[in-house]
């Protein structure tokens, strides 16, 4: 498979397990599952047909590993940025002491008065390290990546998950734990 269909085949992955289940007719399972039989059923049946080599593609070779097969093999789900109502069943994770968020500048001001907040999504969307906060900010403008204090969100309450991709989450982040982090 070229990489321009392997893109096409990620971001109606993303769009059907994340946001739209209902318009192929799925519903997602505890913790996001949907059949995998059902889901290239459904995909077919609405004219994106996708075969289960491109599918297994498409979880191996995602650089953000946005995708995951159960361990059967026979279950696939997104592991985050679900708008769609869907518990992920991921355990509580103490979180290192620091995590970052990528944004573009122009969302500057108002994280700085309101803080990260999780907006059409479940949560907000946290980094290990700089260098992919910048590529997360980079989506979206000019880059801007916010350090937060994950260690003292922790200590005062917080609680934190992390996706099998490594992504880490949080309902939201006030302002007192963000600080403006220099380029990597």
């Avoid at 318009?23 to 399972?29: I, P, Q, R, Y």
Wanted: aromatic share 8%; net charge positive.
């Amino acid at each position: 498979m070229n990489e321009q269909r392997r893109t096409r085949v990620s971001k109606y992955l993303a769009l059907h397990l994340r946001h739209q289940p209902e318009s192929l007719g799925l519903t997602l399972e505890p913790g996001g599952w949907v059949p995998v039989d059902l889901l290239l059923t459904a995909a077919s049946a609405h004219g994106f047909p996708i075969s289960h080599a491109e599918l297994t593609e498409v979880v191996a070779k995602c650089g953000k590993k946005r995708y995951a097969y159960d361990p059967s093999g026979t279950k696939i789900r997104a592991n985050q940025g679900h708008s769609t109502d869907v518990e992920l069943d991921l355990p509580p994770t103490p979180p290192p002491a620091e995590l970052y968020h990528g944004t573009a500048t122009r969302f500057a001001d108002v994280i700085r008065t309101e803080g990260l907040k999780k907006m059409a999504r479940h949560h907000v969307h946290l980094s290990a390290d700089v260098a992919t906060a910048v590529a997360v900010g980079t989506r979206h403008g000019r880059p801007l990546v916010f350090g937060v204090d994950a260690a003292s969100m922790s200590r005062d309450g917080f609680t934190f998950y992390r996706s099998a991709n490594g992504v880490w989450l949080v309902d939201a982040v006030p302002p007192q734990y963000l600080r403006e982090a220099p380029p990597a």
